[in-house]
DNA sequence: CTCATTTTAATACCTAGTCCTAAATGCTAG
DNA sequence: CTAGCATTTAGGACTAGGTATTAAAATGAG
């Protein structure tokens, strides 16, 4: 005999978890039975079809994206003085920490830093070039960074820019920015 | 007169870049045209149907989930010798640039190389230091970024990892970076 | 008014299903 | 051996959300 009902049932869960991208077709293939012994199982298994599986799937991936949204800027910019001085507020929340020990990663205090440099320059095109870091002390889930730029050295396409970040007045990082100027462009 | 043709389909981007669960149906309604219309502006924006809209996004969620998983290590580790060296890919994908130019964001190739410094470390909480690091070309939308990473010095608590990113062997990055231990934890 | 563009309509077909009914197997107990 | 049950398979009708094609109607510009 093939295998049981149950032992199907079984396998059957584990292979739609593993690719959840797999037709009854093909599965009905991989443990030579019918479509419709499939389907009954799936049906006993509160398992949906495939096209409800991807949209939940993809319907969740949507939510992050629009929440997390890790796109123009890490951390908010709260004073801003173009090629002068600039503020930036973080809170370390569950998605910038390592689950392990709730501390922060390195690249999220790097990119508010690296953020707030780059919104500094008054250039369309504005990129790092070099920079020198120090995390000088660990940061912690809920802990708000409070980030201080200034620039130290501004030429016209180039912008040297030192930040530090604080923690109630601790300092747990320090970095020095090179920010450069692509193109002609100037204003924004 | 309603829109033309153009603005018609311009909004018709937006739209589906906004909401990429629409039906043809639901925004024929929306501007007040047939079904057909909307179908035929789909395929000359390139615009594909709901089920694939939705199916890539699936896709690209599930690979995120089972090799980035957004949090945890950025860009997919595919070599690794504890204590040695590793080497991380990174294809940059439209959630890693700038809008305006499609360069990735300093952050981004940090971050890979950032976390295969740390991944490099055989200890339960390893962190970053200092790091001084050079973006020595941007880095464009698609581009496929290999970070080699190799320990220079190794101390019981501390190591040094250099970190060379390179685009088709062109160099675009390179960072040096400390990576200390935290607690007396030994081994993983 | 005419011609080209744009829009709408109609039809056949597709995938990956659902839901339902019915028939064919398989296995077990009497 | 056979009645009775679970299990499996088959078939048909229907669904959403399309594609692809052909053709007719509406609209706008010269």
Not at 2 to 9: D, G, I, N
Not at 39 to 45: A, G, K, N, S, V
Not at 61 to 79: T, Y
Not at 136 to 146: F, H, N, S, T
Request: charge should be neutral; charged fraction near 30%; hydrophobic fraction near 40%.
């Amino acid at each position: 005999m093939r295998l049981t009902k149950k032992e199907r049932q079984s396998y059957l869960s584990q292979a739609f978890e593993q690719d959840p991208f797999l037709t009854d077709e093909e599965v009905a293939k991989k443990f030579h039975v019918s479509i419709q012994t499939i389907r009954l199982d799936r049906l006993e298994l509160g398992i949906p079809e495939l096209r409800e599986r991807i949209k939940h799937m993809a319907e969740k991936k949507f939510d992050h994206v629009q929440s997390l949204s890790p796109n123009e800027v890490i951390g908010d910019v709260i004073d801003l003085q173009l090629h002068k001085s600039g503020i930036s507020l973080l809170e370390i929340s569950a998605e910038h920490v390592f689950k392990r020990n709730q501390i922060a990663r390195g690249h999220i205090l790097f990119a508010q830093a690296n953020s707030l440099a780059i919104a500094l320059a008054d250039w369309k095109v504005a990129l790092t070039g070099n920079a020198s870091i120090r995390f000088v002390r660990p940061v912690r889930l809920g802990e708000k960074c409070i980030a201080f730029a200034n620039v130290a050295e501004a030429h016209d396409s180039r912008l040297h820019v030192g930040v530090q970040t604080k923690v109630q007045e601790e300092i747990v990082f320090q970095g020095d920015f090179e920010v450069y100027r692509v193109g002609d462009d100037r204003g924004n």
